[in-house]
């Protein structure tokens, strides 16, 4: 099973946060264990929501908003996708994690087999990564 873990900071947190060299190598060795068990999917930080936007959905209407968003108690700063067998598996991941301050939010990824096996656009997006070399359900 897929599972994100989602590393959240307040605004200020984000906004002020440059990783010290004991910081980056801490966080270094967290990757490649990941990597060496063969649990990292996908991982990367975000830029601060200074550089970002928001759009928000109302009906049909969308309005956009450009950052930073201080009215945020959390933003998302940073992710990893990880292959575990379980939410036990993954929490236990998300406790590894080599932070000082923040929080890890852990997400089970929905699974194609989540939904109805008939249904035409599960079968196109099943069709979909069988073509582009996804092996996985999900």
Same mark, same amino acid.
């Given at each position: 099973?897929?599972?994100? @873990? /989602?590393?959240? #900071?307040?605004?200020?947190?984000?906004?002020?946060?440059?990783?010290?060299?004991?910081?980056?190598?801490?966080?270094?060795? #967290?990757?490649?264990?990941?990597?060496?068990?063969?649990?990292?999917?996908?991982? +990367?930080? @975000?830029?601060? &929501?200074?550089?970002?936007?928001?759009?928000?959905?109302?009906?049909?209407?969308?309005?956009?908003?450009?950052?930073?968003?201080?009215? $945020?108690?959390?933003?998302?700063?940073?992710?990893?996708?990880?292959? $575990?067998?379980?939410?036990?598996?993954?929490? +236990?991941? $998300?406790?590894?994690?080599? /932070?000082? &301050?923040?929080?890890? +939010?852990?997400?089970?990824?929905?699974? /194609?087999?989540?939904?109805?096996?008939?249904?035409?656009?599960?079968?196109?997006?099943?069709?979909?990564?069988?073509?582009?070399?996804? &092996?996985?359900? $999900?």
């Amino acid at each position: 099973m897929k599972y994100m @873990l /989602l590393m959240t #900071f307040d605004e200020a947190t984000q906004a002020d946060y440059v990783p010290n060299e004991d910081d980056m190598n801490a966080m270094g060795a #967290f990757n490649q264990e990941l990597i060496a068990q063969g649990k990292l999917l996908a991982g +990367e930080g @975000l830029r601060e &929501s200074a550089l970002g936007a928001r759009v928000d959905y109302d009906g049909d209407d969308r309005t956009v908003t450009d950052g930073p968003f201080t009215e $945020a108690k959390e933003l998302v700063a940073g992710f990893w996708i990880i292959d $575990a067998d379980d939410k036990a598996e993954a929490v +236990e991941w $998300a406790r590894r994690v080599p /932070l000082k &301050s923040g929080r890890v +939010e852990v997400r089970r990824v929905v699974d /194609l087999a989540d939904f109805p096996q008939d249904n035409e656009f599960v079968q196109q997006e099943k069709d979909w990564r069988a073509e582009h070399g996804e &092996s996985r359900t $999900a």
